[in-house]
Nanobody
Framework: QVQLVESGGGLVQPGGSLRLSCAAS????????MGWYRQAPGKERESVAR???????NYTDSVKGRFTVSRDNAKNTVYLQMNSLKPEDTAVYYC?????????WGQGTQVTVSS
């Protein structure tokens, strides 16, 4: 089992920034991939960004140039730095861990972008 604990969500004005963190614990395997998904009301969950143990990243088009995913392998922690936030970024953000056997999800953290 792998446990994921997220933090860093909140309310921010358009154009502002937030940083999400997700710490993994338990039966961590290597290599692995960690990342972030989001789900807005009435919409399907979508992938936002992910990063592998080796540092390879990918992003959904709508966040390229604004969001940066990074990780600290020693701490089994993944981060999502979100800049130039837009109202359409409002969603519940979920941390995801993909290991050798299966994937795990965090409980989600709300990000609201509003003036």
């Amino acid at each position: 089992q792998v446990q994921l604990v997220e933090s860093g969500g909140g309310l921010v004005q358009p154009g502002g920034s937030l940083r999400l963190s997700c710490a993994a614990s338990g039966s961590i395997s290597s290599p692995n991939a960690m990342g972030w998904y989001r789900q807005a009301p009435g919409k399907e969950r979508e992938s936002v960004a992910r990063i592998t143990t080796s540092g390879k990243t990918n992003y959904t088009d709508s966040v390229k140039g604004r969001f940066t995913v990074s990780r600290d392998n020693a701490k089994n922690t993944v981060y999502l730095q979100m800049n130039s936030l837009k109202p359409e970024d409002t969603a519940v953000y979920y941390c995801n861990y993909v290991g050798l056997a299966r994937s795990y999800w965090g409980q989600g953290t709300q990000v609201t972008v509003s003036s």
